[in-house]
């Protein structure tokens, strides 16, 4: 029976409140006010069916909602205090039932984490991570397309290029090779419309740039986020090969990109993204010899702004300068029983890859260009015991990524290898084979391209 | 009058943690927190530091004298430290990183914004929500759309998934 007297005398106190507060319209933001003290003594059992997921544990709350008249309700005696609501409703899935545990009250701290510190440490995760901790919340979730998320990323240091490849099979979809982790990643959604049968020609920035099999229309897309364009229509008629090459305009691809083609009359346009549109800055100067023989198994090499392509008749380079707009030639002996070359970039160095083959034993070699002299010079070969395995075989080589970290497919008759070579220690490495999940068989690696990956980067 | 002293007098800073304890530090050490550095502009000798405890004030010393000492050839010797320095209880090192980040100590907010991400990357989604005290505010059919737009992510390396939360 005290239960019921405290309760009578708490009537008493909330019908003073009221009427103190008469004159306040709204009845539910009555403010604490000090100098009535009853209001100190309510007792604390009226409020235990408080809402299980308030973090707000105060008593103030509770004394602000004394006013709404549906409390009033509570007062009957009698009868039990009815669940208190939240003052917000909040849309809360499961609870994390171990939130309100005093060994858990550690856990409760976390909370103060800010948000800048969780997303400089989300951006250190590695990418496979990322997309799993997109389940932990809704905002997390959108931290993709967060401005302070992406300015985080651009302040990790660049991690090891991976490579989107296109496998014989699956000409549609596209197998992702992580070479820190050694692994494949197969997404289940394609990156790109099925029904397009698109081929990787370049990358910059986490983007990757594909031209259609018919080379007539170019698409951007980032690999990761499937982040898709389609390029509008280019000016020209007819669909002959052409080399491309892509660059940033600035530190990321959100500050725009350039994508350029070239084809062998000499002919070429450059893309803007900001602007959406293709330009013909020029044309090629008379110092390049025409028709120009481009090398299109080399892929091109991109350094800061200027592009490098591979040429024969005579051998050599063609670079372009996208700010400049200027085309240079240089003439550079190739060297002899050179076959399946190609350009490659390590650190601003430009470097060439190819088979070298004598009889019946093909290597594969490494030069590397003497600015000076407009030279190759080697400066490395595979190792002895790998090439071996081609004595005698007629061997293909595609390059599958040139840019720092190497990725070669070395395919004969009956086998297809693939390696990777670092530039900078100079590391031969194996790569699994690629395998599809829930598949048992390898598939072969027709083309592909190196890529920074970038969660950030928007086609 | 030649000065005879034989080494430089080099300006001393005192720094005072939340529990009112003080620790004498150089300067030329002290400035790589920006936040110090920003107060020694302002003339103050005696920084109080309301916002780090004791113990963790004296790791950020040491990490600060640590770093204060780099030259080009113990670069390595430095490595070994931040391998080592980073080897610490969750706890330990979120009041490391909320301290650092209050100190402006940016190679510091690195180091330690990267051991935490090589601590949590093999967690569950579960741990990570009960670590951060996030809740689940995903409908189960939202929940589905999101696991089957990376489901390569999620289906490579299920086993080394760790559910602990700490």
Known sequence: MEVLAMLRQLIGQVKQLLELHAASSSSSNISFHPQTPPLLHLPRFYFLNRDENSAEDSCFNIIMTAGKSENLKMLEPGKP??????????NRGEVTGTSHSI???DQQIWKEFPEDLIEAVVARLPIATFFRFRLVCHKWNSMLTSQSFSEQCAQVPQPQPWFYTITHENVNTGAMYDPTLKKWHHPTIPALPTKLIVLPVASAGGLVCFLDIGHRSFYVCNPLTRSFKELPARSVK?????AVGITLCGKSASEGYNILWVGCDG????????????????????NIKLPLALNFKSQTVSIGSKLYFMRSDPDGIVSYDMVTGVWKQFIIPAPLHLSDHTLAECGGRIMLVGLLTKNAATCVCIWELQKMTLLWKEVDRMPN?????FYGKHVRMTCLGNKGLLMLSLRSR???RLVTYDFSTGKWMKVPGCILPRGRK?????CGTAFHPCLTAVA | MASSSKTEQKKMLILKSSEEEEFEIEESIAVQSGTIKNMVEDDFTLIPLPNVDTETLIKIIKYMKKHGEKTKSNEKDIEEFDKEFVKK????LKELVLAANYLHITSLIDLLCQAFADRIKNKSVKAIREIFGIPNDFTPEEEAEVYEQHKWAHEEGKEHIDHSAY
């Not at chain 1, 205090?81 to 909040?90: D, L, S």
């Not at chain 1, 015991?385 to 395995?389: A, D, F, H, N, V």
């Not at chain 2, 209880?89 to 330990?92: A, L, N, Y």
Request: charged share 30%; aromatic share 12%; proline share 5%.
């Open chain 1, 385 to 389: 015991i790998w090439c071996l395995e």
């Open chain 2, 89 to 92: 209880s969750f706890t330990e």
């Open chain 1, 238 to 242: 007819v669909w002959s090969r052409v």
């Open chain 1, 442 to 446: 390898r598939q072969w690696i027709a």
């Open chain 1, 267 to 286: 002919e070429f346009e450059v893309y803007n993204s900001r602007n959406n549109s293709w330009d013909r800055p020029g044309t090629m100067s008379s």
């Open chain 1, 81 to 90: 205090p009815p669940k208190k609501k939240a003052r917000k409703e909040r």
């Open chain 1, 414 to 416: 009956q086998m297809n």
């Open chain 1, 103 to 105: 060994e858990n009250l």
